[in-house]
């Protein structure tokens, strides 16, 4: 089954609206990142964010590893905000360095 | 600082032909390096990781192939391309046990 579950798949949004995204997993993790893939599809680093809270300008990411859980909150969202955003869960055994979700792909409008 | 560079951008390329990407990490010795792929509207999945020269494991079986020449360069390849290898690959580096941090990609189409 799905070890990396996002939600929610999509999320619509005026301008200067507040977004929330959620992953939850379904093993034990050591680690999680978030990412923002461009329309193009490569992939720049949001957060890693191993536990705790991070805050990084409008972009604040929450991690509760015994709750198997990750939060990425958008505040005061911008149309540049658009695109798809993935967390991935990093586990150290099997080789396996990140598994993925499937992504929350946010618009944001006027 | 440490650079990442993937090669080519884009590819087209005939079934049944081969292929061969390339990655190049600058500025940090001994990375870990990792190829990872995304069929169109589909979840990355990881492909192969490498944690030295000369040594590649294989985490999802495509009928693909990687190599790690030199220390900072990690090939992926096959010698017959099959339509299921269109998609995007992405190569990936990180220092052990921390952020990942991914080239541009390669936009693989086979036709």
């Known amino acids: 089954g799905q070890q990396v579950q996002q939600s929610p798949t999509s999320l619509v949004l005026q301008e200067g609206e507040n977004a929330e995204l959620q992953c939850n997993f379904s093993?034990?993790?050591?680690?999680m990142q978030w990412f923002y893939q461009r329309p193009g599809g490569s992939l720049i680093s949001v957060f890693y964010?191993?536990?705790g809270t991070k805050q990084s300008g409008r972009l604040t990411s929450t991690t509760v590893i015994k709750e198997r859980r990750s939060s990425l909150h958008i505040s005061s969202s911008q149309i540049t905000d658009s695109g798809t955003y993935l967390c991935?869960?990093?586990?150290?055994?099997?080789?396996?360095?990140?598994?993925f979700g499937q992504g929350t792909i946010l618009k944001v409008y006027l | 600082a440490q650079t990442i560079h993937q090669w080519p951008v884009a590819e087209i390329k005939a079934v049944g032909s081969p292929l061969s990407l390339g990655c190049t990490i600058k500025g940090k010795s001994s990375p870990n390096l990792y190829w990872y792929w995304q069929a169109t509207g589909g979840t990355l999945q990881q492909l192969f990781y490498s944690i030295t020269v000369g040594q590649v494991e294989s985490v999802v079986q495509l009928n693909l192939s990687a190599s790690r020449p030199k220390d900072d360069q990690f090939i992926l390849s096959t010698e017959k391309l099959l339509l299921s290898h269109s998609g995007f690959y992405l190569c990936?580096?990180?220092?052990?046990?921390?952020?990942?941090?991914f080239g541009k990609g390669t936009r693989l189409t086979v036709v």
């Open positions: 093993t034990s993790l050591n680690s």
């Open positions: 964010n191993p536990s």
């Open positions: 990936a580096w990180s220092p052990a046990n921390t952020e990942v941090f």
């Open positions: 991935a869960m990093e586990r150290r055994s099997s080789g396996q360095k990140l598994v």
